[in-house]
Structure formats: structure tokens, C-alpha cells
């Protein structure tokens, strides 16, 4: 028996859970480069839920799509986070919901005992920041794979 591959994953959809720091980096890569607009953020304070709709590349199946010389995909996929005490944003015009935004990066900076501040950072100097209660982060893709409209993969590594 052999340990599983990375790429043995590759054509299932991502249902991940992120609940430490390490399992953050991984959800932070997965979703690096996604876009959505503004109108696709949601936060439901009665339920201490953020929610974003992303249109994420799929970085899991980069190699792949190289290899067989196909395009190169995208996915929408939910961003859940839960355990949400406070959002706050810079740089992001709240009103103007047609706006494409980029997410760059996911990070956390701890607090006191698990508590702490997840920073979603955004091309173009925007920023969410999510005080949070704990690290709980579900990623979920919600549709099939589809050509990503330029064809291309982002110009920068993992």
C-alpha cells in the first residue's frame, strides 16, 4: 500500500477545514488569486458567520492541466468562517458591490487563549479583518470546474 498524492485528489471537489495555523497556510494557498465581487461577502453576526463566494483557481490541478495541455480551471467555493466577533475593512468601497476583488492571502495573528485576528488581504491595498473567537475556517467548492476565462494560470508560484 502507498501513501496517498497530492494529485489523487485532483478531480474531487475541496471540502477543507482549517483549525491551526498550519492548516490555514494550505487553505491560504488554495484559495490564493480567487476573485469575487463585492456583493459576495456576507457577514451574519446572530450566527458569528463570514461568508465569501469565490471564483478560486484551482492550484490543485495546475500540474495537471500543464501536463495534458488542457485549460486551466477555476471553481466557485465557499469561504466559511465561523466563531466571527467582529469585521471590519479597509480600502474596499462597501457601496460599489460591481467591484472584482482579489484575494491575496489569508493570515492569523493570535490573541489570548486561541482568540485572534484573521486578515484577508486583497490586491490593491483592501483588507478584511475577522476578530475572531477561534480558528474555524471551512472551504468548500460548490460547483464543477470551468475554463478560466483568460486561459491562464496567475503569473506567480505557490
Known amino acids: 500500500m502507498s501513501d496517498a498524492r497530492f494529485e489523487d485528489g485532483a478531480e474531487q471537489p ?5 483549525e491551526t495555523a498550519d492548516d490555514l497556510a494550505i487553505l491560504s494557498a488554495l484559495v ?3 476573485v469575487f465581487p463585492g456583493s459576495e461577502m ?3 453576526p446572530g ?4 461568508a465569501l463566494l469565490l471564483n478560486r483557481f484551482r492550484w490543485e490541478d495546475r500540474e495537471t492541466a500543464k501536463r495534458q495541455k488542457r485549460p486551466f480551471e477555476r471553481v466557485q467555493s465557499v469561504l466559511l468562517v465561523g466563531d466571527v466577533l467582529k469585521v471590519a475593512s479597509q480600502g474596499i468601497d462597501r457601496d460599489d458591490t460591481d467591484t472584482v476583488l482579489s484575494l491575496l492571502s489569508v493570515t492569523f495573528a493570535p490573541a489570548q ?3 485572534g485576528e484573521i486578515l484577508l488581504t486583497l490586491a490593491g491595498d483592501g483588507a478584511i479583518r475577522l476578530t475572531v473567537e477561534c480558528l474555524n475556517l471551512h472551504l468548500r467548492d460548490v460547483t464543477k470546474p470551468y475554463v478560466a476565462p483568460s486561459g491562464k ?3 506567480h508560484e505557490l
Open 14 to 18: 475541496l471540502r477543507l477545514l482549517a
Open 47 to 50: 450566527k458569528r458567520e463570514f
Open 113 to 115: 487563549d486561541g482568540a
Open 32 to 34: 490564493q488569486d480567487a
Open 42 to 44: 456576507t457577514y451574519r
Open 153 to 155: 494560470a496567475p503569473d
